[in-house]
């Protein structure tokens, strides 16, 4: 295993554990401060928009500058001083926590997709991918186990402090890491991202994914709630995390041998059948413990999508937008998927039974499945 290797995977591991303390428990601290599903709804929606136009922005200023790692360092700061900004303050405040916590969880969605770019942009490390990935899903896991016990201990202050700690721990680890390897002899501008769009492969990606995402978002949003109307605690949640990202662990670490065999397209409408059977079972899952041991099916969900989506998406792009291209098509999948699911979640839920807003997100993976279904050439 080259240093490389062994340095960005380190890294990951440590700064996806600081994500997952913020993203497992954004929901319940939301809850326990008694904001209605609309109000969390609306939360989780100004995420989305910061992580779309966080994300897109990110890619061309990346392109631009020629640097993903400076522009991830200065990111990662501001990221855990909102944390901090937003666990310390466990009173009702709606404009506060839509603000600060939102703009947190925001970045740490942006951030997440920018690591996975900047690996995917280093030539040596680009194959390893699935497994450099694999000790963020480790991170994860850990993480949100410990969450639950950290909350019960220190409450939601517990979790500012550690979230800040594993940021400072990561910015000394990324003083020695490669950063990306940039084509700058092009002057890029804004208007160049229209081109991307003059793709119709890249188009289709887009739709797929867009609809795959917004799907697997209810995990996040729809799950939870139902979790929680089924009397699960915080720490029964981040078992539930734990159980999931552990499980993902395998094929994440296997990725690159599943990709290289199967191809990404075949990949992703395997994925897709998946989760329609994940989002069925959920829809009829009678406790928490069923919905725990259905979590497991992210080990065939999740990874798959992610990694036949970079490789698509990547094969898609020329040289001089790579950043920009896999940045804009994360936005408007997983961003825009993120924000759209709080707020039709959220109306749903107060509409109709929350399983059957569930069952919904099962029909809807027949479009990935379909879109799949021509071979990409």
């Not at 506060?96 to 770019?117: P, R, S």
């Not at 720490?235 to 395998?250: D, H, N, R, S, Y």
């Not at 027949?366 to 990409?376: C, D, L, Q």
């Amino acid at each position: 295993m080259s240093k490389n290797i062994k340095r960005f995977s380190i890294s990951i591991f440590v700064i996806f554990s600081s994500y997952s303390l913020v993203i497992t428990q954004a929901v319940p601290f939301l809850t326990d401060l008694g904001y209605s599903p609309s109000q969390r709804g609306l939360v989780l929606s100004f995420v989305g928009i910061i992580s779309i136009v966080g994300q897109i922005l990110m890619g061309f200023l990346s392109d631009r500058f020629g640097t993903i790692k400076k522009f991830f360092i200065y990111l990662t700061i501001l990221m855990a001083l909102l944390v901090g900004l937003s666990f310390l303050v466990e009173t009702k405040n709606f404009m506060y926590h839509f603000l600060i916590l939102g703009m947190a969880m925001g970045l740490t969605k942006i951030l997440v997709n920018l690591y996975e770019t900047w690996i995917m942009e280093v030539d040596s490390m680009r194959d390893d991918f699935g497994f450099i990935r694999g000790f963020g899903s480790i991170g994860w896991a850990l993480a949100s186990l410990a969450s639950g016990y950290l909350i019960s201990a220190f409450s939601y202050e517990g979790l500012a402090y550690a979230c800040a700690l594993l940021s400072i721990i990561f910015v000394f680890l990324s003083i020695d890491m490669e950063d990306a390897e940039k084509q700058t002899s092009m002057d890029i501008k804004m208007s160049d991202i229209k081109t991307l769009f003059k793709n119709k492969t890249y188009v289709r990606f887009l739709i797929v994914y867009f609809i795959a995402y917004f799907v697997y978002n209810a995990d996040a949003v729809t799950v939870t709630d139902l979790m929680v109307n089924l009397g699960a605690t915080p720490t029964t949640i981040g078992i539930k995390w734990f159980v999931q990202a552990l499980c993902e662990l395998p094929m994440m670490l296997l990725g690159a041998r599943i990709l290289l065999k199967y191809k990404g397209h075949k990949v992703m409408v395997f994925a897709s059948v998946m989760m329609l059977i994940r989002m069925a079972l959920l829809g009829v899952a009678p406790n928490n413990l069923s919905i725990i041991l259905i979590s497991t099916l992210q080990a065939l969900t999740y990874p798959f999508i992610l990694m036949s989506q970079k490789q698509l998406v990547y094969e898609q792009l020329p040289a001089h937008l790579r950043s920009t291209g896999q940045m804009v098509a994360v936005s408007l999948t997983a961003g825009l998927a993120a924000v759209l699911m709080p707020i039709t979640s959220g109306i749903l839920i107060e509409h109709m039974d929350i399983q059957m807003v569930l069952v919904i997100c099962a029909v809807l993976m027949i479009i990935p499945i379909m879109g799949m279904r021509k071979r990409v050439t």
